[in-house]
């Protein structure tokens, strides 16, 4: 019976880390596409096709997490628990409880056939959530984690965290440098009315 326990907590752990490392590379596809900082050996759609299979990725692997915690008698969860946070079984599952969350509104508000119907703006707040949702979920890993205190997995969440800055850096650096040009395109007619 231990034995089979400790496969459990095993799948349990491995499922995290791979949901993560997911939700992660969705992070980076994400803004690498969306700041139009995909290079040219590739297409931009093979980053936007990725990213999304990506994202779909990272919500299956919570789900299987998800159950496995479940079914790991150890971990005493009971079936609410996986969808409502509460003071019973604490934060550290808890953010987990939200990440969880936000990532299921996020994919199913990006399936095609749901997304046409959503204002493009409405459907891209609601998709910038998960930026959030990532750093929840890490805080998750870190106080829930049984090799949270391993200095690999320290390294592991610094790495992941020093991955995704690179990309979300770039596309602010865009949306800035985009904003400055709206701005200096709507003051140039009244600067072309002054010097007339
Ligand atoms: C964990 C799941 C996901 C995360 C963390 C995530 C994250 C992101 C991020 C950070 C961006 C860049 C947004 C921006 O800079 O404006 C993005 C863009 C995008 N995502 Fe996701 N995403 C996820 C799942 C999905 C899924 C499942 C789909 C589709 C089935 C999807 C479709 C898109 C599309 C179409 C864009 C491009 C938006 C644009 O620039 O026009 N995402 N995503
Ligand atoms: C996006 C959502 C989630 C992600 C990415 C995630 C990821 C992780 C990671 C990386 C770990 C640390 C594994 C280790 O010690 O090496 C972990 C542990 C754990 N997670 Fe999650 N998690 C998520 C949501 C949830 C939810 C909703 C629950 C249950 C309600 C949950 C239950 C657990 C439990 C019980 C552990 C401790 C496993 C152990 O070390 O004994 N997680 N999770």
Redesign the pocket.
């Known amino acids: 019976m231990r034995a089979m326990s400790e496969w459990m907590?095993y799948l349990?752990?491995s499922t995290?880390?791979v949901?993560?490392v997911l939700?992660v590379a969705s992070l980076v596809w994400g803004f690498t596409f969306s700041a139009r900082n995909t290079g040219r050996r590739l297409k931009a759609n093979w980053w936007l096709a990725l990213h999304n299979w990506l994202g779909g990725l990272?919500l299956g692997f919570?789900g299987a997490?998800?159950l496995l915690?479940f079914l790991d008698t150890q971990?005493g969860?009971r079936f609410i628990?996986?969808f409502v946070p509460s003071g019973q079984v604490g934060w550290a599952?808890g953010w987990?409880?939200v990440?969880?969350w936000v990532?299921a509104v996020v994919t199913l508000t990006s399936i095609a056939r749901v997304r046409r119907r959503l204002p493009r703006k409405a459907w891209h707040l609601v998709h910038l959530v998960s930026v959030p949702a990532v750093l929840v979920?890490a805080i998750?890993?870190y106080q829930?984690?049984?090799?949270?205190l391993a200095r690999w997995?320290l390294w592991g969440l610094a790495g992941l965290a020093g991955l995704a800055i690179y990309p979300l850096s770039v596309r602010l650096l865009g949306v800035a440098a985009s904003r400055r040009a709206a701005a200096s395109s709507t003051r140039l007619p009244a600067r072309q009315r002054a010097a007339a």
């Open positions: 907590w349990t752990r995290g880390i949901a993560a939700a990272t919570t997490h998800m915690a971990a969860l628990d996986l599952i987990g409880v990440a969880f990532f979920m998750h890993a829930i984690g049984s090799d949270a997995f």
